[in-house]
C-alpha cells in the first residue's frame, strides 16, 4: 500500500516538445506529491509540489496535474529543452499542514515514497 | 544559506568491513532523513529523526545498520558488516519542522567489493 508507480522508465523528446510523466499510489493517506529532477552525480532537488485539494498547479514550464479519484498525478514540461535531461522521480507522502503529529495512525507524516525514476533525454 | 553537507563523497570497502557516513543538514532544520538510493531506482528512506529523536526507521536493516543524531544537528549513518548489496548512493536530506519540502544532500556513493 505505500507503493509509488512511476512511467516510462526513459522518455526521449525533442527540444520544444512536451514531456509527460505519471505516477499512480494507493495510499490514500498520502496528502503531499512533490516531483524531484536528478542530475548524474547530484542529490534530488525539489521541482514542484502539490495536495489534492487542486488538480492542477502550473510553475513556468512545469505542471502538474492530479487525479485524486483515480489516485494519479502526472508531470508535463512544457518546451522542453536539452538542459532538461536528468532523472525525475515522484513521490507522495503525508502532509506536515496543521499540528498533525509526524508519526499517527501508522503513518510516518514528511516521510517520502519515491517511483522507480524516468530519465528523460532532450534531444537538440 | 549553505546546502546540506555530506561526507565522504566515494567510498570503497570489502564486504564485511565497517563504513560511516557523515551528514550536516541545513541550519535550523529539525527533520533529518536518510535515504538509500540503489542504481536505477528512487531513494528509499531508511531514517527519519526529529531533532535528536526517531520518527521512523522500519526500513532500516537494524542487525547490520545504525544511525544516530546526538545533538540534533549532524548525524551519522554507520554499516557493520556492510554486503555487497550495500552498494548504492545513501542520501541525507532535511527540512524545518512542520514543512514537508526536504532538501538533499549531494550523497556518499558507496560501492562494496
Known amino acids: 500500500q505505500q507503493q509509488v508507480k512511476q512511467s516510462p522508465q526513459s522518455l526521449i523528446v525533442q527540444k520544444g516538445g512536451i514531456s509527460i510523466i505519471n505516477c499512480a499510489y494507493e495510499?490514500?493517506?498520502?496528502?503531499?506529491f512533490p516531483w524531484y529532477q536528478q542530475f548524474p552525480g547530484k542529490g534530488p532537488a525539489l521541482l514542484i509540489a502539490?495536495?489534492?485539494?487542486?488538480s492542477e498547479k502550473k510553475e513556468g514550464r512545469f505542471t502538474i496535474s492530479f487525479n485524486k479519484s483515480a489516485k494519479q498525478f502526472s508531470l508535463h514540461i512544457m518546451d522542453s529543452q536539452p538542459g532538461d535531461s536528468a532523472t525525475y522521480f515522484c513521490?507522495?507522502?503525508?502532509?506536515?499542514?496543521?499540528?498533525?503529529?509526524?508519526?499517527?495512525?501508522?503513518?510516518?507524516?514528511?516521510?517520502?515514497?519515491f517511483g522507480q525514476g524516468t530519465i528523460l533525454t532532450v534531444h537538440p | 544559506e549553505a546546502g546540506v553537507a555530506q561526507s565522504p563523497r566515494y567510498k570503497i570497502i570489502e564486504k564485511r568491513q565497517s563504513v560511516a557516513f557523515w551528514c550536516n543538514p541545513i541550519?535550523?532544520?529539525?527533520?533529518l532523513y536518510w535515504y538509500q538510493q540503489i542504481l536505477g531506482q528512487g531513494p528509499k528512506l531508511l531514517i527519519q529523526?526529529?531533532?535528536?529523536?526517531?520518527?521512523?526507521d522500519s526500513q532500516l536493516p537494524k542487525d547490520r545498520f545504525s544511525a544516530e543524531r546526538l545533538k540534533g544537528v549532524d548525524s551519522t549513518l554507520k554499516i557493520q558488516p556492510a554486503k555487497l548489496e550495500d552498494s548504492a548512493v545513501y542520501l541525507c536530506?532535511?527540512?524545518?519542522?512542520?514543512?514537508?519540502?526536504?532538501?538533499f544532500g549531494p550523497g556518499t556513493r558507496l560501492t562494496v567489493t
Open positions: 536530506a532535511s527540512s524545518p519542522s512542520g514543512v514537508n519540502e526536504q532538501y
Open positions: 495510499n490514500t493517506a498520502f496528502d503531499y
Open positions: 502539490i495536495r489534492p485539494d487542486v
Open positions: 513521490a507522495a507522502g503525508g502532509s506536515l499542514r496543521g499540528s498533525r503529529p509526524l508519526n499517527a495512525g501508522g503513518t510516518s507524516y514528511g516521510k517520502l515514497t
Open positions: 541550519s535550523g532544520h529539525a527533520t
Open positions: 529523526f526529529q531533532n535528536n529523536g526517531v520518527v521512523d
